[in-house]
């Protein structure tokens, strides 16, 4: 009778072959299916994940990997690479029902959206687990500003360094800062555009997270560079800022995503009443590649939501776009970064892949693991068009009345995007 090794390695030949020899797998008992040479070696301590490898449930190989069911063997390129010739489904349509049920799609959705957001304190507790892993964790492998979202490569040779600031100036020239005007950054992280605004375009500048960390790192940079009473950083939830005094340019970057389908209306609709009429908005964050799917498929989603970003919801550009206009927000100009946040993420993983021993002595070996996987899956995810990364600049109209139609939508936004790129 044949052993159940066996009967997997006659599987998963056909696999090694298919996926043009870059990958072998060693089963526990040490067998190798594939090539000694392929780029790319599972090593399986369990034969546990060897249903997901032939089911090509790469979420799950994920998570096979963090908890130490197997060894992955290889630089992280060629692993993403493997990766992706293991996905058997198109992840931009991974939530799509069968038939013509988008109703039904659409109240799924919803109620799973609502369980993600259930109240700030439930959006606290997410964000803290994700950016609170350690300030110093970070700083290994982002800019020296920790700017963690998108870069702008505006010149096809610029460093992550060079590209990030070019994404901070990018967005304060799409809002038109002027010296005087009051700024909030929505979610400002460790403060790379609530410090670049000030210092550079002479704005009063209020930033707002959740994150305890950034909250005492950004106040520590406030002090250190002379900004006091020009600069406010606040651990606060967006929902609770008063309205009373409203401010001339918002930026919300890289924060979106964790407010989820459910909430995105309230969220626009707050925004519209933090900002003067007249006033403009930057809303720069991850979207989905396709109309219907709210996470990847494969189970990369569902390892995403476990072991990195819990909470997080990806929705398509154009239901963000909608969900602004009936909120009262006109939406001046779009623009795709799809391909620079694929260049970002490598830098990220390369930066990382660097620094292992120093990341592991910080946080341990799960959290490393668990980020080498994110950081490349990602960008793969990037690079193939399964997640996008869309800036949106919207304003305020003029002439809306809160309880009442609009009466005229007049703005000062230029007729062309000149001097943005000027």
Excluded at 19 to 33: D, E, F, K, T
Excluded at 296 to 321: K, N, Q, T
């Amino acid at each position: 009778m044949p052993t159940l090794e066996n009967m997997a390695a006659r599987r998963l030949s056909g696999l090694t072959a298919s996926a043009g020899n870059a990958l072998s797998v060693v089963l526990p008992g040490g067998q190798r299916i594939g090539p000694a040479e392929a780029n790319v070696t599972l090593r399986l301590n369990t034969l546990a994940p060897l249903a997901h490898v032939v089911a090509g449930q790469v979420g799950r190989l994920a998570e096979d990997y963090v908890e130490g069911r197997l060894e992955i063997e290889g630089a992280m390129r060629p692993v993403i690479d493997v990766a992706s010739s293991l996905v058997q489904e198109d992840p931009t349509r991974a939530d799509e029902p069968p038939g013509p049920l988008g109703w039904w799609r659409e109240l799924l959705q919803r109620s799973k959206s609502l369980a993600k957001h259930r109240g700030a304190d439930v959006d606290a507790r997410q964000i803290q687990f994700h950016y609170d892993v350690s300030d110093d964790f970070y700083a290994l492998w982002l800019d020296p500003r920790r700017v963690y979202s998108c870069a702008y490569f505006k010149r096809p040779e610029m460093g992550l360094e060079q590209a990030q600031e070019a994404k901070l100036d990018h967005i304060c020239r799409k809002l038109m800062l002027q010296p005087g005007e009051r700024f909030l950054d929505i979610g400002a992280g460790w403060g790379g555009l609530l410090l670049w605004a000030a210092e550079h375009y002479g704005v009063r500048a209020t930033g707002i997270t959740l994150s305890k960390n950034q909250h005492a790192h950004v106040n520590q940079l406030i002090g250190e560079r002379g900004l006091a009473g020009r600069v406010e950083m606040h651990l606060r939830d967006y929902r609770d800022l008063p309205e009373d005094q409203p401010f001339d340019k918002i930026a919300s970057v890289g924060m979106f995503e964790h407010v989820g389908r459910a909430m995105l209306p309230r969220y626009f609709d707050k925004i519209r009443r933090l900002l003067v009429p007249g006033g403009l908005l930057l809303n720069h964050g991850i979207t989905a590649g396709g109309t219907r799917n709210t996470q990847l498929g494969a189970g990369i989603g569902d390892f995403i939501e476990r072991y990195v970003f819990p909470g997080g919801e990806l929705l398509h550009v154009s239901h963000v776009l909608q969900v602004m206009a009936e909120q009262g927000l006109e939406g001046l100009d779009t623009e795709n970064l799809r391909p620079h946040y694929a260049r970002t993420l490598w830098a990220w993983s390369d930066g990382l892949e660097r620094q292992l021993e120093r990341a592991r002595e910080i946080t341990g070996d799960k959290v490393v693991r668990a980020y080498r996987l994110y950081l490349a899956g990602s960008a793969m995810g990037f690079e193939r068009g399964w997640m996008s990364l869309h800036q949106t600049l919207a304003a305020r109209p003029t002439g809306r009345m809160d309880d009442g139609p609009l009466r005229g939508a007049q703005s000062s936004y230029p007729f062309n995007r000149d001097y943005i790129y000027r």
